[in-house]
Structure formats: structure tokens, C-alpha cells
């Protein structure tokens, strides 16, 4: 094989010259692509808001502290649970994704795997995340099973709703729950106020991600926001992503944070101004590379909530 030739299986959509492709032994590599590892985007957009509760629930109990533990465990957690939630997106949607150019090259429409292994990978994901989950307290663990509806629902909504992005942001920013949950056993309205602007901001990058695939949800029937918006996605997304923001200070202020929180935040929020200002669907990797832009979101937020805590 020469350098210039493509690894057989490769999928599509993840970054050339990824750890899976190069390093990972041939048997091992159909089953990282189902569980995305070779697309680490999606498990880190999953924890960044556990890291921010932990942080909520930090500034609101000072004299506790921000538990390393727990950010440990729930970045293991939110590997297996995002590995073993795109499994099971895979099997639902492999009829679909044999016809739609990005995804195509998956491992169960390119018969990497069959539907039946795929099925056994996710079940073992699941097992191995149940053990991390058992390890926190029983109204967080409860909660989390509860999770389990949104992520079993979420693959057949875009068969069915032209929302399937706000049933994404309803699985897919848990987290914004669970963390505030695991060092209070509770809930109030402040990882409330925090999980409703996470959700806004799933919709908004998963809109601007879902515009690679337009021109191809348009030929199959698959509803999504970027096709419900057309050609206001620019402004829509830009009302989601300041309602986001507004919702995450407002989270921080309702249980004693204030500045410390308010300036370093806007760092993140002049990435996602950037995101709104520049994406334009007709440059290849545009759209994309916007999406991957919410890592430093997360990591951003992530280090408000530790500085003001700190403060």
C-alpha cells in the first residue's frame, strides 16, 4: 500500500491519519468506528457539560470543592455511553446510511460488521458504563437510567420530526444534569437553567453540522433543523447560541458566582460568534470544522467555572 492510498474501511468523515486507522489492529477497527473513536469530538462534546455541573455545583458549595474523581469517571463514562450510543444509532440507521455520501463508508452499510455484532459491541459498552455509573449516588444513577429513553428514541426522530437536533440536545446534554446530581443528590434550578442552555447550544452546532448533509437528507426524506431552517440557519442559530449563553450566566449567578465566570466565558462566546459569522455550507470542511470548533467551547466554559469557583 502506498502512502497515498486510503485505508481500506476508512470512514469518510473522520480525520485522516487518526489513531485508529494507524494504530489499532485490523480486528479492532470496525468496532472503534462504530463507537467514533477515531472521531473523539462527540464523547468530548458529551462530558464538556459534566465538567461544567461539577464546576456549578463546585462555586455553589465551595467548602466541597471540585470533584477530580468524578470528572475522571464521567470522561470514562462518556466514552463508552457515546461509543455505545452511535452502535446503536448505526444499527437503526444502516439502511440510511448506505445512501448518503458521509456515511456510507460506515461499518455496518460497508459490511465491516454485521447488525448482529454491532448489536453484542454496544451491549458490552453499555456493561462496562453501568459499572462507572453504579459508582455514584442512587438519585444520579436513577437519572441516568431515565437518559436511557432520550438516547433509544433520538435515531428514529429524524424520520419523524424536522427536531431531531432538540432530541439530540435533550440526550446529549445530560451531563449538565448528572454532574450537579452526583455531589448533591438533587437538583435545582441552576443545573436546570444550565442543561436548558446546553441544549440550545446542541441544537445550534448540530444544525451547522447537519448542513453537510442537506442535499442528501433532501433525496431521502430525513428531516433535520439545517432543512427547516434553510436559508435562516445564520440568524436562528445565532438566537440559539445567545439564548445558550444567557441561560449558562444565568445558572452561575442564581447560586452566588458572578464576575470571574461572566468575563472568562466570553471567550467562549466569541467562538461561537465566529461559527455563526463564518459558516458557509458551499466551502467544503466549513461547515465541519465549525462543529469541531465546540471542543474550545467546552474547554473554555470548563475553565470559567473552575476560575470562578477558584475566585
Not at 461499518?107 to 459508582?135: C, D, H, K, N, W
Not at 427536531?163 to 454532574?179: E, K
Not at 441544537?203 to 453540522?209: C, F, H, M, P, V
Request: proline content about 5%; aromatic content about 14%; glycine content about 8%.
Amino acid at each position: 500500500m502506498t502512502e497515498n492510498t486510503p485505508n481500506p474501511g476508512t470512514v469518510a468523515d473522520a480525520q485522516s491519519g487518526n489513531w485508529v486507522d494507524r494504530l489499532a489492529p485490523d480486528w479492532l477497527k470496525p468496532y472503534a468506528r462504530l463507537a467514533r473513536w477515531d472521531r473523539p469530538i462527540g464523547f468530548w462534546l458529551l462530558y464538556w457539560p459534566c465538567v461544567w455541573s461539577l464546576g456549578l455545583a463546585a462555586i455553589a458549595q465551595p467548602e466541597v470543592g471540585f470533584s477530580w474523581w468524578a470528572a475522571i469517571l464521567m470522561l470514562a463514562g462518556a466514552i463508552l455511553m457515546r461509543g455505545a450510543g452511535c452502535t446503536f444509532n448505526d444499527i437503526v440507521d444502516r439502511d440510511i446510511d448506505n445512501k448518503v455520501a458521509r456515511t456510507r463508508s460506515r461499518p455496518i452499510p460497508s459490511g465491516q460488521v454485521t447488525a448482529r455484532e454491532a448489536l453484542y459491541f454496544m451491549i458490552a459498552q453499555a456493561l462496562l458504563a453501568s459499572v462507572i455509573l453504579f459508582q455514584f449516588n442512587r438519585f444520579t444513577v436513577w437519572a441516568c437510567v431515565a437518559s436511557l429513553v432520550l438516547v433509544a428514541i433520538y435515531p428514529f426522530m429524524k424520520r419523524i420530526t424536522w427536531w431531531p437536533q432538540a432530541f439530540l440536545g435533550l440526550a446529549f446534554s445530560y451531563g449538565a444534569l448528572v454532574g450537579w446530581s452526583s455531589q448533591t443528590g438533587s437538583l435545582n434550578w441552576a443545573p436546570i437553567l444550565l442543561y436548558a442552555g446546553t441544549i440550545l447550544w446542541v441544537i445550534g452546532y448540530d444544525t451547522l453540522y447537519a448542513l453537510q448533509d442537506i442535499e442528501d437528507d433532501a433525496l431521502i426524506g430525513v428531516k433535520s433543523t439545517a432543512r427547516l431552517f434553510g436559508d435562516y440557519v445564520r440568524p436562528v442559530v445565532a438566537v440559539l447560541y445567545v439564548a445558550a449563553f444567557l441561560l449558562w450566566t444565568s445558572a452561575v449567578l442564581l447560586i452566588g458566582g458572578g464576575i470571574v465566570f461572566a468575563a472568562l466565558s466570553l471567550v467562549a462566546a466569541g467562538l461561537l460568534a465566529w461559527q455563526v459569522w463564518t459558516i458557509d455550507p458551499t466551502q467544503p470542511e466549513n461547515p465541519k470544522n465549525r462543529f469541531y470548533s465546540n471542543h474550545y467551547v467546552g474547554i473554555a466554559l470548563s475553565l470559567a467555572f473552575l476560575a470562578d469557583w477558584v475566585w
